[in-house]
């Protein structure tokens, strides 16, 4: 193992967590048949009602309305007209707070939708009312279920020349939401079990365990985009390096693991852990 991917001793890490976000990618909310996976949302849905249970907060924030739009009204695959996107996920993002009211409300936890644009980090007064909410929400026991409003978000296609994105993903969105809330914690759940040394079907490629500090070297192991939604390990490292920078820790795991979510936060080894940087500044 590398010095790049050897970890340090943190009093950060995942069993010691108190207030955590959890992203659920779009590759763990749809099978790939392109159906809801309900099984994985629900065992999803449990895993934050048992920390809940633990005394711990937790925040959501989940892809998944795009494809589940796609789905209901029976495309052969997502569109690529932004037009169609946007409609697609106003037409999935119903359905999928539906999926999550009911699965919470089985299990007594009450959720509250946020949906998020770059103009809420971008402008002040929209941002101190956001992060107003979401403490607010916390404190009431709420758990804030979080989504770029792509029904409106044209960003991707019509930012001013020269400005910088803020987020293009759910991935970079839930790591600017755990570093302005104070987590403690960001896991990140796709269909993969975590940063390889190189490609994951290849032969001779291994899970990095650990990494301390992200560099060129790391950043070079992401392997492109994962078919459904827009991010890919490349987005998830640069996730779990806003997180380290934050003052937190990051776990990239496979969210179609039996009992992920528990497994992480109870401390066992599993998928690749980012480990809180030693000069980081809390935003919380």
Do not use: W
């Amino acid at each position: 193992m590398t010095p790049e991917t050897m970890i340090l001793p943190s009093e950060k890490t995942p069993e010691l967590a108190h207030r955590i976000v959890v992203k659920v990618g779009s590759n763990v909310v749809v099978r790939p048949d392109g159906k809801v996976a309900l099984g994985l949302l629900y065992s999803v849905v449990e895993a934050i009602a048992q920390l809940r249970r633990q005394g711990r907060e937790v925040l959501l924030v989940t892809s998944g309305a795009v494809a589940l739009g796609v789905e209901r009204i029976g495309l052969a695959s997502r569109p690529v007209e932004l037009a169609r996107v946007q409609a697609c996920a106003a037409i999935g993002q119903s359905r999928l707070m539906s999926i999550y009211d009911d699965a919470f409300a089985n299990l007594d936890v009450k959720i509250a939708q946020i949906l998020l644009t770059e103009d809420d980090f971008r402008d002040e007064t929209r941002y101190a009312n956001l992060r107003a909410t979401l403490s607010a929400l916390i404190e009431m026991g709420v758990v804030p279920i979080i989504n770029e409003n792509d029904t409106i978000s044209t960003m991707e296609l019509e930012r001013p020349s020269g400005m910088e994105r803020i987020f293009s993903d759910n991935d970079k969105l839930s790591a600017l939401v755990m570093a302005h809330v104070g987590a403690d914690l960001l896991i990140l759940l796709s269909d993969v079990d975590g940063l390889y040394n190189g490609n994951p079907g290849a032969e001779g490629s291994e899970l990095i365990s650990s990494v301390q500090k992200v560099t060129d070297q790391i950043r070079g192991f992401a392997q492109g985009g994962n078919g459904r939604g827009r991010g890919g390990m490349a987005s998830k490292i640069e996730a779990a390096h806003v997180a380290m920078e934050a003052g937190g820790c990051a776990v990239i795991a496979n969210g179609r693991t039996p009992g992920i979510i528990e497994r992480i936060c109870a401390g066992e080894a599993i998928g690749t852990l980012f480990a809180a940087s030693a000069n980081a500044r809390r935003s919380a």
